[in-house]
């Protein structure tokens, strides 16, 4: 047996040698190419995951850095730094030089010294962050103001289109671009739009503009080879950016459902692994030395970027909403091996944190909008809760833009109200520096202030997560961008972090109820509430807001009452005074923990009213035709009005949330296609009906025009308002209407940006006056540009609505905007005050009316103290009031716990409602 195994074994051996001498002579014989050495290293190259290069830090200067730049040093200020998770603060200064950060903290003056050329920022004390980095933006490519020669956001051809690049479309004269470098902005994402489920690539860019003013030189790290360039072998890769999106908006743009839009995701991955599988081939017989007919390698430049998706060099920005498409996203990622960086928009990710969990590769994050939602299905049940319960969940949480959705100017504004909302302030500050660095894959060098990180910083007036807090000065790569930065004081409270209200149990609501947590106000259990430890309270008076009562030091605010009986305030003071022993036992207490009690709010501009949900016609009103187009319905009849009233939605979830916030009163005028919108009708926000006690204040107020939304000629529209007006032109119920503006003090209401259309509205009032001998009540809406006319339009006795309260030049109309602080010294309201114009503050979307009671705070933070709290107040309250025709002032009062309502401390406790005898409790 054994002599039979041997034979064997040597036959083997035998027959094995032969064979390999036969395959050495045939491997001999092989052209190797003469590109081999670059094949093996591409090859090598394929699955290297990109980073920064070794020794990134020890650069001497930045690759960004501009000859010439002075080296500036940051002294005695307050210096967030993103380490520690967000908690570390230290107190020193911050050397830039070349581009870099060269010092943090307790610098030596030797090093100080070093330096003969050095500018020096005295910063006193004021709070030093990273740079603002956005993580969603389509600044540069949906671009400000909205021109058709410069809107590149969406490609429509087709479904998956993973080479397009937003780069390719960046405009480098954005407006958009100083306007948030004023905010502390200093890198953003550019994405393509959401309209494909694979809208292409996207790339990071600083917003500074460049000597070669060019928009490959902002980008942040170009991938080596973006411009044909010679990649150095010994540079590991650079990260890339990709949009996805799913749900609704591919969807609706091709006409689809989800089924076809996660069939194209699926059948455009598959054409990516078959192109990965087929490079993976051809490596392992290149790596192998097997160079038999090996032929070229198979690349493919369509397909590439989302090739290098599957290998994990690129950020994948996911657009998707609900738990639907989120659960075939995470799906998608196990069925084809690749990770998400970010689910953006993401409004149900707090609904389900334990499937984002389950992604290929790492967790994806979430970035979010603070409390921007209902404007379509998938976003009705997006949460202001959902910052703070995801990160309790462990996952990272992103704040973002979406520009111009929001103005990115203000995206530490979404920080700002997720920290109100409950994210910790740590974790709120770094949702918009080194967590959204992080997420992009560019910690490295933004995002953090370190030693050899990118010299990108903001230096604060305020501390960043308070209301209203903006820039003295922004640096990005060591490079002032502020000319001469016009600096608000602050009051001293706003230099530490706001103590927010305790909203844990409204955290837990929203998700027991899916989303939909009940909203609807709950009645006093008495008659009789009394509001103890109470610091302020302002009330109505004589058409005007005034301070009622102040008791700032603390032991007489604990002492201080006000007295509420069938929703009517009685008495305020030192309880003493008020004798609370005449109210019995039946009384119910509420501690306002050194709050206060002021005006409720108004809320004008949006469709607040007649809105659940903006995309679906059946839960919202519509729009009512433009007279002045071919198609007006006939059955109408000539002259007829469209009455808001008759179309008044209850119980919208924005309107209950205004309600929440110290809104109590809408008024908002038809929706419209342009020109004619009918008339406004005031309604209260807090109702369940238009039956119900109190739902409807006023069926009437102003008569609305727009001419804005018209596709019509502005002249055209201009002498349609002049044959109504002054040549009598209107017929049946119109002509009535315009009747009563003529001389019953009816409002003219006009909806109009533009300084040179509101000249002319001018000179047709004065026109309109002279033929009729009348003055007649014109209130301009919108009015980006009035400032420009403030002197004439005080003089002519015409108030204006700002919407939005901060301005926004998003079309050309709209341009010529005053920005404010730090941009200008004044703003649109102080400017048109200053001119005896009455102003009042409006919104542009129902969903921000809950916002009203910021804007206000916002608003007198601004004016630096020319702007007392009561004119603050009675921007949103009993200004609007008279613009609009309001007949019988509202009293309502809001009582506010812990703070005020117009900062991040307060937290409405009650409606005091003397118009409806009762007291309501949030």
Same mark, same amino acid.
């Given at each position: 047996?054994?002599?039979?195994?041997?034979?064997?074994?040597?036959?083997?051996?035998?027959?094995?040698?032969?064979?390999?001498?036969?395959?050495?002579?045939?491997?001999?014989?092989?052209?190797?190419?003469?590109?081999?050495?670059?094949?093996?290293?591409?090859?090598?190259?394929?699955?290297?995951?990109?980073?920064?290069?070794k020794?990134?830090?020890?650069r001497?200067?930045?690759?960004?850095?501009?000859?010439?730049?002075?080296?500036?040093?940051?002294?005695?200020?307050?210096?967030?730094t993103?380490?520690?998770?967000?908690?570390?603060?230290?107190?020193g200064?911050?050397?830039?030089?070349?581009?870099?950060? /060269?010092?943090?903290?307790?610098?030596?003056?030797?090093?100080?010294?070093?330096?003969?050329?050095?500018?020096v920022?005295?910063?006193?004390?004021?709070?030093?962050?990273?740079?603002?980095?956005?993580?969603?933006?389509?600044?540069?490519?949906?671009?400000?103001?909205?021109?058709?020669?410069?809107?590149?956001?969406?490609?429509?051809?087709?479904?998956?289109?993973?080479?397009?690049?937003?780069?390719?479309?960046?405009?480098?004269?954005?407006?958009?671009?100083?306007?948030?470098?004023? $905010?502390?902005?200093?890198?953003?994402?550019?994405?393509p739009g959401?309209?494909?489920?694979?809208?292409?690539?996207?790339?990071?860019?600083?917003?500074?503009?460049?000597?070669?003013?060019?928009?490959?030189?902002?980008?942040?790290?170009?991938?080596?080879?973006?411009?044909?360039t010679?990649?150095?072998?010994?540079l590991?890769?650079?990260?890339?950016?990709?949009?996805?999106?799913?749900?609704e908006?591919?969807?609706?743009?091709?006409?689809?459902?989800? !089924?076809?839009?996660?069939?194209?995701?699926?059948?455009?991955y598959?054409?990516?692994?078959?192109?990965?599988?087929?490079?993976?081939?051809?490596?392992?017989?290149?790596?192998?030395?097997?160079?038999?007919?090996?032929?070229?390698?198979?690349?493919?430049?369509?397909w590439?970027?989302?090739?290098?998706?599957?290998?994990?060099?690129?950020?994948?920005h996911?657009h998707?909403y609900e738990a639907?498409?989120?659960?075939? !996203?995470?799906r998608?990622?196990?069925?084809?091996?690749?990770?998400?960086?970010?689910?953006?928009h993401?409004?149900e990710?707090y609904l389900?944190?334990?499937?984002?969990?389950?992604a290929?590769?790492k967790?994806p994050?979430v970035?979010l909008?603070?409390?921007?939602?209902?404007?379509?299905?998938?976003?009705?049940?997006?949460?202001?809760?959902a910052?703070?319960?995801?990160?309790d969940?462990?996952?990272q949480?992103?704040?973002?833009?979406?520009h111009?959705v929001?103005?990115?100017?203000?995206?530490l504004?979404?920080?700002?109200?997720?920290?109100?909302?409950?994210?910790?302030?740590?974790?709120?500050l770094a949702?918009?520096t080194?967590?959204?660095?992080?997420?992009?894959?560019?910690?490295?060098?933004?995002?953090?202030?370190?030693?050899?990180?990118?010299?990108?910083?903001?230096?604060?007036?305020?501390?960043?997560?308070t209301?209203?807090?903006?820039?003295?000065?922004?640096?990005?790569?060591?490079?002032?961008?502020?000319?001469?930065?016009?600096?608000?004081?602050?009051?001293?409270?706003?230099q530490?972090?706001?103590?927010?209200p305790?909203?844990d149990?409204?955290a837990?609501?929203?998700?027991?109820?899916d989303?939909l947590?009940?909203?609807?106000p709950?009645?006093?259990?008495?008659?009789?509430?009394?509001?103890?430890?109470?610091?302020?309270?302002?009330?109505?008076?004589?058409?005007k807001?005034?301070?009622?009562y102040?008791a700032?030091?603390?032991?007489?605010r604990?002492?201080?009452?006000?007295?509420?009986?069938?929703?009517e305030?009685?008495?305020f003071?030192?309880a003493?005074?008020?004798?609370?022993?005449?109210?019995?036992?039946?009384?119910?207490?509420?501690?306002?923990?050194?709050?206060?009690?002021?005006?409720?709010?108004?809320?004008?501009?949006?469709?607040? $009213?007649?809105?659940?949900?903006?995309?679906?016609?059946?839960?919202?009103?519509?729009?009512?035709a433009?007279?002045?187009?071919?198609?007006?319905?006939?059955?109408? $009849?000539?002259?007829?009005?469209?009455?808001a009233?008759?179309?008044?939605l209850?119980?919208?979830?924005?309107?209950?949330?205004?309600?929440?916030?110290?809104?109590?009163?809408?008024?908002?005028?038809?929706q419209?296609?342009?020109?004619?919108?009918?008339?406004?009708?005031?309604?209260?926000?807090?109702?369940?009906?238009?039956?119900?006690?109190?739902?409807?204040?006023?069926?009437?107020?102003?008569?609305?025009?727009?001419?804005?939304?018209?596709?019509t000629?502005?002249?055209?529209?201009?002498?349609?308002?002049?044959?109504?007006?002054?040549?009598?032109?209107?017929?049946?119920?119109?002509?009535?209407?315009?009747?009563?503006?003529?001389?019953?003090?009816?409002?003219?209401?006009?909806?109009?940006?533009?300084?040179?259309?509101i000249?002319?509205?001018l000179?047709?009032k004065?026109?309109?006056?002279?033929?009729?001998?009348?003055d007649?009540?014109?209130?301009?809406?919108?009015?980006?540009?009035?400032h420009?006319?403030?002197?004439?339009?005080?003089?002519?006795g015409?108030?204006?609505?700002?919407?939005?309260?901060?301005?926004?030049p998003?079309?050309?109309?709209? /341009?010529?905007?005053?920005?404010?602080?730090?941009?200008?010294?004044d703003?649109?309201?102080?400017?048109?005050?200053?001119?005896?114009?009455?102003?009042?503050?409006?919104?542009?979307?129902?969903?921000?009316?809950?916002?009203?009671?910021f804007?206000?705070g916002?608003?007198?933070?601004?004016?630096?103290?020319?702007?007392?709290?009561?004119?603050?107040?009675?921007?949103?309250?009993?200004?609007?009031?008279?613009?609009?025709?309001?007949?019988?002032?509202?009293?309502?009062?809001?009582a506010?716990?812990?703070?005020?309502?117009?900062?991040?401390?307060?937290?409405?406790?009650g409606?005091?409602?003397?118009?409806r005898?009762?007291?309501?409790?949030?």
């Amino acid at each position: 047996m054994t002599t039979v195994l041997l034979v064997i074994a040597s036959s083997s051996v035998v027959l094995y040698n032969s064979a390999s001498l036969e395959w050495n002579q045939r491997k001999r014989q092989v052209h190797v190419p003469i590109n081999a050495a670059e094949i093996v290293h591409k090859c090598n190259s394929l699955n290297i995951l990109p980073g920064p290069p070794k020794n990134f830090h020890s650069r001497s200067q930045s690759d960004r850095f501009q000859p010439g730049t002075q080296p500036t040093l940051i002294k005695n200020a307050t210096l967030w730094t993103g380490r520690s998770e967000g908690h570390e603060v230290l107190s020193g200064s911050l050397l830039l030089d070349k581009g870099i950060i /060269k010092a943090v903290g307790n610098i030596e003056q030797a090093v100080i010294d070093a330096y003969d050329n050095l500018n020096v920022i005295e910063a006193h004390g004021a709070w030093v962050t990273p740079g603002i980095v956005d993580v969603h933006s389509h600044i540069g490519v949906d671009s400000i103001p909205e021109l058709k020669g410069s809107d590149d956001t969406n490609s429509f051809k087709g479904l998956v289109l993973p080479w397009l690049r937003s780069l390719d479309g960046l405009n480098t004269h954005d407006e958009s671009y100083r306007l948030s470098i004023s $905010g502390g902005v200093t890198t953003v994402n550019v994405l393509p739009g959401s309209a494909d489920a694979i809208g292409g690539q996207a790339f990071t860019i600083k917003l500074r503009s460049t000597a070669e003013r060019s928009p490959s030189s902002m980008v942040l790290e170009p991938p080596h080879n973006l411009n044909g360039t010679h990649i150095d072998p010994s540079l590991p890769p650079r990260w890339r950016q990709m949009k996805h999106a799913c749900g609704e908006n591919p969807s609706g743009v091709y006409q689809g459902t989800r !089924m076809d839009t996660q069939w194209a995701f699926r059948e455009g991955y598959n054409t990516a692994r078959q192109v990965k599988d087929k490079q993976d081939a051809y490596c392992s017989k290149a790596l192998s030395g097997d160079w038999q007919d090996l032929g070229e390698f198979p690349d493919d430049l369509q397909w590439e970027a989302l090739v290098d998706v599957l290998r994990g060099r690129v950020k994948v920005h996911n657009h998707c909403y609900e738990a639907v498409d989120l659960d075939n !996203m995470v799906r998608l990622t196990n069925e084809f091996k690749f990770s998400i960086a970010a689910f953006h928009h993401a409004h149900e990710t707090y609904l389900v944190p334990d499937l984002l969990k389950k992604a290929y590769g790492k967790t994806p994050a979430v970035a979010l909008f603070a409390t921007n939602a209902r404007y379509k299905r998938e976003a009705y049940r997006g949460s202001e809760f959902a910052p703070r319960i995801l990160s309790d969940h462990g996952l990272q949480v992103v704040m973002k833009s979406d520009h111009p959705v929001l103005n990115s100017r203000h995206v530490l504004y979404e920080a700002q109200q997720a920290h109100y909302y409950g994210l910790p302030s740590n974790l709120a500050l770094a949702s918009v520096t080194s967590t959204s660095a992080t997420i992009l894959g560019y910690d490295h060098r933004i995002g953090y202030l370190k030693e050899g990180h990118d010299a990108d910083v903001a230096i604060w007036d305020s501390h960043p997560l308070t209301l209203g807090a903006a820039p003295t000065q922004v640096l990005i790569d060591g490079i002032a961008q502020l000319e001469k930065p016009f600096v608000v004081k602050k009051p001293s409270e706003s230099q530490k972090v706001p103590e927010t209200p305790n909203f844990d149990e409204d955290a837990k609501e929203a998700v027991k109820y899916d989303g939909l947590p009940p909203l609807e106000p709950k009645k006093a259990k008495a008659e009789v509430v009394i509001f103890n430890n109470v610091s302020e309270i302002f009330i109505r008076k004589a058409g005007k807001v005034e301070a009622a009562y102040m008791a700032k030091e603390a032991n007489l605010r604990s002492d201080s009452v006000a007295v509420a009986v069938h929703g009517e305030l009685v008495c305020f003071g030192v309880a003493d005074e008020c004798g609370l022993a005449q109210y019995g036992a039946d009384v119910q207490h509420i501690d306002l923990e050194g709050g206060s009690i002021s005006p409720s709010l108004l809320s004008y501009g949006a469709p607040l $009213g007649l809105v659940h949900i903006d995309a679906e016609a059946s839960a919202n009103d519509g729009s009512a035709a433009n007279p002045l187009d071919d198609d007006q319905p006939k059955l109408l $009849g000539p002259g007829s009005v469209i009455r808001a009233v008759d179309g008044l939605l209850f119980s919208s979830r924005d309107a209950l949330l205004a309600y929440r916030a110290g809104v109590t009163t809408g008024i908002s005028a038809p929706q419209t296609d342009g020109f004619l919108a009918g008339i406004g009708a005031a309604f209260g926000t807090g109702l369940p009906h238009r039956l119900a006690h109190g739902a409807v204040l006023q069926q009437e107020t102003a008569l609305h025009f727009d001419l804005i939304s018209s596709k019509t000629s502005v002249s055209t529209q201009m002498a349609a308002l002049r044959n109504l007006f002054v040549a009598s032109g209107a017929k049946g119920e119109l002509a009535d209407r315009i009747e009563r503006v003529l001389w019953h003090g009816v409002p003219l209401v006009v909806r109009v940006h533009s300084a040179d259309i509101i000249a002319t509205l001018l000179e047709l009032k004065k026109e309109i006056e002279n033929k009729h001998g009348t003055d007649i009540k014109l209130t301009i809406v919108g009015g980006a540009e009035a400032h420009l006319l403030a002197r004439e339009i005080g003089k002519a006795g015409v108030g204006v609505i700002l919407i939005p309260s901060r301005p926004f030049p998003t079309t050309w109309k709209s /341009k010529r905007i005053l920005p404010g602080p730090p941009l200008s010294q004044d703003s649109a309201i102080s400017v048109l005050i200053a001119h005896g114009v009455i102003v009042g503050l409006g919104i542009e979307e129902q969903w921000s009316a809950r916002h009203t009671r910021f804007d206000v705070g916002w608003a007198a933070l601004e004016a630096g103290g020319d702007l007392s709290k009561s004119e603050a107040i009675a921007l949103a309250s009993v200004n609007l009031e008279q613009l609009l025709g309001l007949r019988d002032a509202v009293t309502d009062l809001v009582a506010v716990k812990q703070g005020t309502l117009f900062d991040f401390e307060g937290k409405v406790a009650g409606i005091i409602s003397q118009q409806r005898g009762l007291v309501d409790m949030i």
